[in-house]
């Protein structure tokens, strides 16, 4: 009999669960739900669930059973150094809500790991836990009891201390004792004395049931929970080594074509020596990891989750490299683990435009700058070696890092390569303060998570969750269900509420709450969504609100339909993005007010004034159609079958609202958020502005409606205004002004000249020249010029030296500038202005080029002067002492 495939093995388990009550949830996507925002990804099973766990939202059915993406980079330091660490992988799952407990929690795991699984039974030993004097808790004894009920000899369960079977999320909250199923591999892989939980190979953990059943608050001290919930994760890829008997993981069947695609590609075989093997195992992890990060929506940039994408990604490209794998070879393995996994993860197949755009745009633009950093790095280790030094300075860490995007675990493995070491604390320093520099220019601030926080409080001390009839009115008459008051803000629970809580890029509903009787009024100013619930933030203006109150509660209607109309807009430009620029576009992150619209999207380039017109012209097409607009109430299965575009990073029940314009064929989407009946209603959709929001991000800011016709009228007086002072007719404006700005930098550059020709003494520079061999040399400094200034000093310096090779520098605040000028019968004998400026250029950060007689160049690193100074000079010198072809 074959051994179980890893589907077969995902399938045995689901189904397993089904036959025994369990609601079959589809995988959540790599990136966390809005509800925590402190993650960056999903790392657990139970990770999407937890609004269940936390009694934020009532769960589908009281028990759930899941096969869960998840993503982790605490190990990714060492991944493809062993034969078990991964980043991404599968986590199968079972859950209870309030339902079963201890004792049919280990009953279904033996079942399945005896009966569905074929473990033999006498070869797994349990682990539980073995009680704790800080916490006041004795043994587990309920789990002992459950495991000897199933008819585990009390031997082959093990007591462990707290830091291997008590699990908790943080130092508070939900936590509990656990307990592990491990596998007995034999004598062959340890010894007799060995046990579980211990360090041996012996015994392999493959089952971990959480007991979640106290509170703890403060630290150590524990509270019995109401609910009683389970929590188990199960990882599908060790299981498949177990049941494929196979010794590591890379080696089962959803690896195992990935190894082989890297030996095809690189003519190398695995097992031949480390360094292929820990290089083709780094290939298949990362490959995958980027493949389904990219389908849930991740693009790579410098910031959160898109850098830990860029991190593994040019990783991988460093690994192919020394590989010698030919570029483009990350979208051959993208293809190939969508050739595996694409049957069970449909996104593989549906992003595969997006997946291989990102990848190919990462490889070519990482791939022009590894070249350089990788030769500015062995010129580091050299200097290392030379003056005796442990390692790389920090400052040369992080400029590696800023300058040629080299992550900083990249420099540390290559350098201890070389058995040197990075300052690595002094990183961190020259980190940090960057990140303070972010964290100042943002602006950031804690009020709206502590305003969340007192939300939550009162929600929890109401007991009762508030229905939502926004959908169907602007007005409600209702009760006032609890208040908290505090320093003139009061937050108020309603037993029913027309007010949009702050959700889905959808800013929250203002309006007024107003006692029936007519003494109190209060200004809403927020609205705080809490799962299925919310609280409204209100300000008094006469009177005082009570609880038990009956009240009016009145949505500002204008500026919903505002609101409104913004938000089909949003809808309108996504599809019309998607349709002019492909289906790699992917909507990440939006605003949605009254006063305007923002739509963040992934892209890699700035968009060409024709495309903004087309797509602009696009959604006023539309918008003229006078489209229905629908929103349905569907299941997840059936929106996904139409094809319904859904927020990645949004969580989704088995039952969605769905928003369709039209007949739905260019318009389909998930949404929770208010919309107009028609897009008549919108009017009028203007493009205010286009740019970066991130890197491989873009973001479009648009008005609709009276918003937008104010905003031509005002660019129309604008535009006469401008007629008028140029003195010609309006649809001449441009041409004018292009010609009066060619004017002013005419202008603007004879002042310029002037000014070099005052502040530069270019006889002086001039006398600085050396007679080498028939010509004359010059390679020197010139401060605080820019590169424009250098060329006209250059041009100076021919004109007075004649047959002559002229290297010229100046630096700036982070910045270098690079100019060679080269005598034509200087050229003929070898020395040639490009190529010399190309070799300066590196040794500054930089880069650059041009012709045999002039060339001119940039870079980053000032301190790399005087280095690249001797560069040139020992090129030109070679040059002119040697036998060189003509110049071409």
Known sequence: MSPMTSDEIRQTYLEFFEERGHLRLPSSSLVPAEHDPSALFTVAGMHPLKPYFQGLETPPRQRVTTCQKTFRTVDIDIIGTTSRHLTFFEMLGNFSFGDYFKREAARFAWELSTQGYGFPADEIWITVFGGDDELGLGPDHDAIDAWLEIGVPRDRIVECPRSENFWQAGPTGPCGPCSELYLDRGLAFGKRNDLPGGDNERFLEYWNLVFMQFDQNPVNTLTPLPAKNIDTGLGLNRLASILQGKPSIFETDQFWPLIELGEEMSGRRYGQDYPTDRALRLLADHSRAMSFLIADGVVPSNEDRGYVLRRIMRRAIQQGRALELRPGFLRVYADRVTEIMGA???????????????????????????????????????????????????????????????????????????????????????????????????????????????????????????????????????????????????????????????????????????????????????????????????????????????????????????????????????????????????????????????????????????????????VNRWILESQPVRALTTTLEEAKRLGAMALFGEKYGDVVRMVEVGDGSFSRELCGGTHVHNTAEIGLFKIVSEGSSAANMRRIEALTGPAGVELMRRHDRALSEAAGVLRVPPETVADAAAELRGRVRELEQAARRGAIKEAVDVDELAARAVELDGALLLVTEVQSLDGKALLDVADRLKNKLGDAAIVLGSTGENRVDLVASVAPGLVARGVRAGEIVKLAAAEVGGGGGGRDTLARAGGRDPSGLPRAFEVARAAIESALGGEHPPAG
Not at 367 to 378: M, V
Not at 411 to 439: N, P, W, Y
């Open 344 to 618: 069970e993860y449909l996104e593989l197949h549906q992003q595969r435009e997006s997946i291989q755009k990102w990848l190919e745009a990462e490889e070519e633009s990482f791939g022009r700058t590894l070249e350089q950093g990788l030769k500015r790095l062995d010129d580091l280790i050299d200097q290392a070696r030379r003056t005796g030094a442990e390692g790389i300075a920090a400052s040369d860490a992080f400029l590696l890092h800023d300058t040629y995007g080299f992550p900083i675990d990249l420099t540390i493995e290559l350098v201890a390569e070389q058995d040197l070491g990075v300052d690595e604390a002094g990183f961190e320093v020259l980190m940090e303060e960057q990140r303070d520099r972010a964290r100042a220019s943002a602006g950031r601030t804690v009020a709206g998570e502590e305003l969340r926080e007192r939300a939550l409080a009162l929600a929890d001390d109401a007991g009762f969750a508030t229905d939502f009839v926004g959908y169907e009115t602007t007005d409600s008459e209702t009760t006032i269900g609890a208040v908290e008051r505090d320093n003139g803000r009061v937050l108020v629970k309603l037993v029913e509420s027309p007010f949009y809580a702050t959700g889905g890029g959808q800013v929250a509903d203002s309006g007024y709450v107003e006692c029936l009787g007519g003494d109190c009024r209060a200004r809403v100013e927020d609205v705080v969504r809490l799962g299925n619930d919310q609280v409204i933030a209100v300000v008094p203006e006469r009177g005082t609100i009570e609880v038990g109150e009956r009240v009016h509660a009145h949505v500002d209607r204008a500026a919903r339909h505002a609101t409104e109309c913004n938000h089909t807009a949003t809808h309108l430009l996504h599809a019309a993005l998607r349709r002019r620029l492909g289906n790699h576009v992917r909507q990440a992150g939006s605003y949605v007010g009254p006063d305007k619209l923002r739509f963040d999207f992934t892209h890699g380039k700035a968009l060409t004034p024709e495309e903004l017109s087309d797509i602009e012209d696009q």
